[in-house]
């Protein structure tokens, strides 16, 4: 058998980043990244590109920091979302560049992966291409599957005699004929693929039936790219330190802002200036978007409260309006279930049969990795999915200690929303099956990974043979990516200072309470997304990015504008380039093929400085008082010597001043200083 040093299984983001920061900290090892598809790309491999796919993100959000996306290369201009092919083409630019895609070994189907007693691992593997099984030593394992590598595909009542094409939407590329051929067609699901696919059927003429369940969670959150009146960037708002702090999160006070945390949520008043911050957003996207105006329109307003979604939060990234397709009739909206299929004919639950030439279905992902773990019961110390048993991890005892934990310091969490009091599981839908063992509906655990990497356990502890990345759903994927790969190499290596060792008592337990917490709490925020199954977060990922920059030993404040700055200016890609070098610099040992280049400067067209009015029509109605804003200044970090105690009371004016400005009210006043006597 083969031996490996470095496995990667998956080359998609987060497992090409893994490859390449092990690569570069540790040349002397051998690698392979193991993937099933024939390219690279997970997600956007080449064929998984249907006609019109495009990121949600725009041009400077959705790339590696270390690897910008130039538009003289790429082809895309600052403003515009990101086409299928030319993510697929910077994912293998990006691997090419690192040294790390002849590294890729296409077509090899891992089945399972077997733990050894002494570490490491033997991955069983098919060949698909010369249809053989091969096995292979894994010193070290990186699981970068994903969480929607295998779609979910029911069965409808009468399918045998449907004689149309029946698809999951992952597979519309093959279908992609349909487009020339197809005169009326029924697309099934309410998630972002379910409105790509709509809209690419409606713009070439076809009759569209819209079928979204009537006992389901309705219509994804669409939101138009730039929101509020002044048509800020959305996902420069997600990413502003200042908003965070209006999303309650169980691993936030890595931000170091944590009096100003508590006051948001824990106090009546800030929990008020919380409710009104998201219903503003919520209200404007619905406004933006006139729901209302149109009756078929109105069908695709969402069913849950914006406070409560998470990555099901999407973006209108077509060319034309797609709301016009709806109101002029191409696309017709059913909230309907299926009831069964018969000869070219879907059967809804309200009677009405709809004569379609196909049905395409957006019905989820099966989110456990496509991988045996052996030996048999490994499961629950890895910290994966599985059928729960009476004796699973965590015990029932931790979870409720938690549960209250969580409500107790989030009591606004303790109100869950009722989404939809019709509500049942696809799979209890009259006339909908399925044969396959595992569905979206099986029973399982969560998973309960440490800080969504690292398996729970004192035997993996020891061991530090596998970490999982990737198994999150948010929309700041690249950088995500980017220092997960480097946290997962130091934590093979020993280097994370927090983690406790295999035969601490204490510690472990401390550990395996902190990879709970934080899957419970996704349960809790996130009821409108995936958070009991998954991680599923979107305003979180900045302090999601402290959290990892400190186990690290990284300085996590990076704005280097002080604290005014740090509150005000949003996070992107370009702000974690150098984290390789900043880690080799603290662990000379760790060595690289050659340094990085220092990052470029930024270029103010694609990351525009941005202005005090930020965030200023969301927090309009937050006439927050000077002792409020005070709680707005960033903690000292001995790490952050730009922000040392001699500036401390400088800055936090500044902060405050310019929050003030944000929130619409006066600055606050200070000894010897006039109100609006600060700097812009």
């Given amino acids: 058998m083969e031996n490996i040093d470095f496995v990667v299984i998956g080359a998609g983001w987060a497992g090409l980043a893994a490859a390449k920061a092990r690569r570069q900290l540790h040349p002397e090892e051998s690698l392979a990244i193991l993937d ?32 910008p996306m130039d538009p003289e290369v790429f082809g895309v201009q600052p403003g515009e979302h990101i086409p299928g092919p030319v993510v697929h083409k910077y994912l293998t630019k990006y691997a090419e560049k690192f040294g790390i895609y002849d590294q890729i070994r296409f077509e090899h189907q891992v089945e399972s992966a077997e733990h050894q007693d002494e570490g490491g691992w033997i991955i069983t593997v098919r060949d698909v291409k010369a249809d053989t099984e091969v096995k292979l030593v894994a010193k070290r394992l990186v699981v970068a599957t994903g969480l929607t590598s295998e779609a979910f595909l029911p069965d409808f009542e009468g399918q045998e005699q449907f004689g149309a094409p029946l698809f999951h939407g992952k597979d519309f590329l093959k279908h992609a004929d349909t487009l020339g051929t197809a005169k009326s067609v029924t697309v099934f699901g309410g998630t972002k693929t379910a409105w790509d696919l709509v809209y690419q059927y409606a713009i070439k003429g076809i009759e569209v039936n819209w079928v979204i369940r009537e006992t389901g969670h309705g219509p994804v959150w669409m939101a138009p790219p730039y929101v509020t009146p002044l048509k800020k960037w959305l996902e420069k708002l997600v990413h502003t330190r200042m908003l965070t702090w209006f999303s309650p999160c169980s691993w936030g006070d890595a931000d170091g802002y944590v009096s100003t945390r508590s006051w948001y949520h824990g106090s009546a008043i800030g929990r008020a200036l919380v409710n009104q911050f998201w219903n503003i957003l919520g209200s404007d996207v619905i406004a933006l978007n006139q729901f209302d105006a149109h009756p078929e329109t109105a069908k695709l307003k969402p069913w849950s409260q914006a406070f409560f979604v998470a990555s099901g939060l999407s973006i209108l990234n077509y060319p034309t309006n797609f709301f016009d397709l709806v109101k002029d009739g191409t696309v017709k909206v059913h909230i309907a279930d299926i009831n069964g299929l018969s000869e070219r004919k879907v059967h809804l639950s309200d009677g009405t049969e709809l004569e379609t030439d196909l049905l395409c279905c957006s019905t989820g992902w099966k989110h456990v990795p496509p991988i045996k773990f052996l030996p048999e019961g490994i499961a629950d110390d890895l910290g994966i999915p599985h059928t729960p048993s009476a004796t699973s991890f965590p015990p029932q005892s931790l979870v409720d200690e938690i549960d209250k934990e969580i409500l107790d310091k989030f009591p606004r969490l303790k109100d869950q929303p009722v989404q939809n009091t019709k509500y049942e599981p696809l799979l209890d839908n009259k006339g909908v099956s399925s044969k396959d063992a595992l569905t979206p509906s099986t029973a399982l655990t969560p998973y309960n990974l440490y800080h969504f990497m690292a398996p729970p356990s004192a035997k993996f502890l020891e061991t530090r043979d596998l970490a999982f990345a990737g198994i999150l759903m948010n929309i700041t994927v690249s950088t995500i990516a980017h220092a997960q790969s480097l946290w997962i190499s130091a934590y093979f290596d020993d280097k994370l200072a927090g983690l406790p060792s295999a035969d601490s008592v204490e510690g472990v337990a401390k550990f395996q309470r902190e990879a709970v917490l934080h899957s419970r709490f996704c349960k809790w925020r996130y009821p409108a997304g995936y958070g009991h199954k998954y991680p599923d977060f979107v305003f979180d990922a900045v302090p999601y990015l402290d959290l990892l920059l400190t186990d690290m030993g990284l300085n996590k404040y990076r704005k280097g504008g002080g604290m005014a700055a740090e509150a005000t200016d949003p996070y992107g890609p370009q702000d974690y380039r150098g984290l390789v070098d900043e880690w080799k610099e603290k662990h000379p040992e760790a060595r690289g093929p050659h340094r990085l280049q220092p990052a470029p400067p930024p270029n103010p067209e694609l990351n525009p400085p941005t202005e005090d009015t930020t965030s200023a029509t969301i927090l309009t109605p ?42 619409g009210g006066p600055p606050a006043a200070q000894p010897g200083r006039r109100p609006g006597g600060g700097h812009a």
């Fill in 622 to 663: 937050l006439r927050t008082t000077a002792p409020t804003l005070r709680l707005l200044a960033p903690p000292l970090d001995p790490a952050q010597p730009a922000v040392g105690a001699a500036r401390r009371r400088p800055q936090a004016r500044l902060a405050a001043e310019r929050l003030g400005r944000a929130a």
């Fill in 36 to 67: 099933s598809a024939a390219t690279a790309g997970g997600t956007w491999a080449a064929h998984r590109l249907y006609p019109g796919l495009k990121s949600n993100n725009m041009l400077g959000t959705y790339e590696y920091p270390d690897f």
